[in-house]
């Protein structure tokens, strides 16, 4: 059984930074996609980024575009993302997720193990 566990979430200023990671367990995931996706009270699971099984393909939500940046260590087992330029409508649970392909999907339903999550909160 694959486990996704996320973590680096905070509280920072508006304008700053942080690193999420998740880090899988239970199987290898390097031919697999990844993911990352966030939820605020009220609102659905909406797509950030993911990334493709071999990590030579990405895809980005127009929001985030140019300021958040996905990555994977497969040698780690280790999805990151890392969100800059921080803006107070970021403001949500991240969420972690894999696929059984290596394609990069947008979709939540594409998607088939998923973490816990991990808050990330942003002040203006």
């Known amino acids: 059984q694959v486990q996704l566990v996320e973590s680096g979430g905070g509280l920072v200023q508006a304008g700053g930074s942080l690193r999420l990671s998740c880090a899988a367990s239970g199987r290898t995931l390097s031919s697999n996609a990844m993911g990352w996706f966030r939820q605020s009270p009220g609102k659905e699971r909406e797509f950030v980024t993911s990334i493709s099984g071999s990590g030579r393909t990405t895809g980005y939500a127009d929001s985030v575009k140019g300021r958040f940046t996905i990555s994977r260590d497969n040698a780690k087992n280790t999805v990151y993302l890392q969100m800059n330029n921080l803006k107070p409508e970021d403001t949500a649970v991240y969420y972690c997720?894999?696929?059984?392909?290596?394609?990069?999907?947008?979709?939540?339903?594409?998607?088939?193990?998923w973490g816990q999550g991990t808050q990330v909160t942003v002040s203006s």
């Open positions: 997720a894999a696929r059984s392909g290596s394609m990069y999907r947008s979709l939540p339903t594409q998607y088939d193990y």
